[in-house]
């Protein structure tokens, strides 16, 4: 099947991340926003598309009203993590389909802020309702959950802590070349396992930090790509697949959705795996990089923990360098980050990565990326294959 070509990224940008004590969420939103327009260099004016989730009572209603957009097309799709691959593939579909030409993704949140001010709590839970009322009154934490599938996978294909331990340790090697990554200073594996027990097998270190942060996509049809100041990244299939509300009802912990999603997008890309030169994973814990490698098809299913040795995963080095810009579990994770996985992919094949900047065999820049995103605990998944212009 041949890609479409017919839906480019033409602006991506982020928000300030990190630390922000100073910023609200909905400042946030439109800071991110503001800044992928000059990126495109369109004007506000010309979206007709918008896409946003877990921001207010009414997500993309008040967020376009904050921003001053007047869409006649939006969605408010809220998947968890996977949510902005899932809505880039809306977005791509809507513009094939001639029902937009602009449409602007933006997320912003302060949950490392709100934290620290005592707005709100850690989220230990979804709450007690609904399918989630049979597992609650055993104790299942958020973190909890995934600590299961990594164990389950430990016990079936013979994972090993320290294999796990490795993605964090690539992850860091990778920020520490992202001047805006909030964790830079190299760890170990040594550093990983010494680490407090957050939930068996994971340390500290296996999972993700909690930031503050925006970041902001603009997709736009090929009739506005000449009038941009980037160069296009093109849609070339996309992906997106639900699993299981409930733990109990998850066929096998070893399988991710994105074993779905990313055949669907590989597939509606015409490209293989093993093609791709630079891959954006979902990783709020370390077990998510791994399986999802899995599960895409860079390597067969149990053969992930070999897979992420010997410094596979790295920039400098790395066969397949994966979260260029230090993922979750270094550079920024203010929530559902699955939007700042497009945006570190758009850059990678932009060439604007600076010392992070994933180059080819033959010293060219990188052609085709993955973003995968994974919501809930392994709920739901959305992968996008992009293809420089």
């Known amino acids: 099947m041949t890609s479409r070509r017919k839906a480019a990224v033409v602006g991506v940008a982020l928000s300030d991340c990190g630390r922000v004590d100073d910023a609200t969420p909905y400042a946030l939103h439109a800071q991110a926003a503001r800044r992928a327009l000059a990126d495109a260099g369109l004007d506000r004016s010309l979206v007709d598309g918008f896409a946003s989730a877990g921001l207010g009572t009414l997500a993309p209603v008040e967020i376009a009203d904050y921003l001053g957009l ?16 899932v809505m880039a593939a809306h977005a791509a ?7 937009a030409r602009a449409v602007l993704l933006v ?7 709100d934290v620290r001010a005592g707005r709100r709590t850690g989220t230990l839970s979804f709450g007690t309702r609904g399918p989630s009322q ?10 909890a959950k995934y600590a299961m599938a990594a164990r389950r996978h430990m016990i079936e294909h013979g994972t090993t802590i320290e294999q796990l331990a490795q993605v964090a340790v690539q992850a860091r090697a990778n920020a520490a070349l992202n001047p805006e990554a909030m964790f830079r200073t190299p760890i170990t594996v040594d550093d990983v396992l010494s680490g407090p027990v957050i939930a068996d097998p994971f340390t500290k270190l296996h999972c993700c930090v909690r930031s503050d942060g925006g970041a902001a996509v603009l997709l736009a049809a090929r009739e506005y790509v000449r009038d941009c100041r980037t160069a296009p990244v093109w849609v070339l299939g996309t992906g997106e697949a639900l699993s299981h509300a409930a733990l109990s009802q998850w066929p096998d912990f070893t399988v ?7 055949r669907l997008a590989f597939e509606r890309a015409g490209v293989r795996p093993s093609e791709i030169d630079v891959a954006e994973l979902y990783d709020a814990f370390t077990y998510m990089t791994l399986v999802t490698l899995e599960d895409l098809g860079f390597c067969a299913k149990g053969e992930g923990g070999a897979f992420v040795e010997g410094g596979r995963l790295r920039v400098e080095g790395g066969e397949l360098p994966v979260n260029t810009d230090g993922g979750g579990l270094s550079a920024q994770h203010p929530g559902m980050r699955g939007l700042f996985l497009l945006v570190e992919a758009v850059r990678q094949l932009r060439g604007e990565c600076g010392q992070r900047q994933v180059w080819r065999g033959d010293g060219s820049l990188p052609r085709l990326a993955v973003a995968s995103g994974t919501g809930g605990w392994f709920c739901s998944s959305g992968t996008v294959v992009l293809g420089a212009g």
């Open 70 to 85: 007047r869409p006649t097309w939006v969605d408010s799709t809220s998947v968890g993590g996977s949510t902005w691959e």
């Open 93 to 99: 579909d809507a513009i094939e389909a001639g029902h």
């Open 107 to 113: 997320y912003g949140s302060t949950a490392r802020a």
């Open 134 to 143: 049979f597992e609650v009154p055993y104790g299942h934490t958020l973190i």
């Open 256 to 262: 991710s959705p994105a074993a779905v999603s990313g």
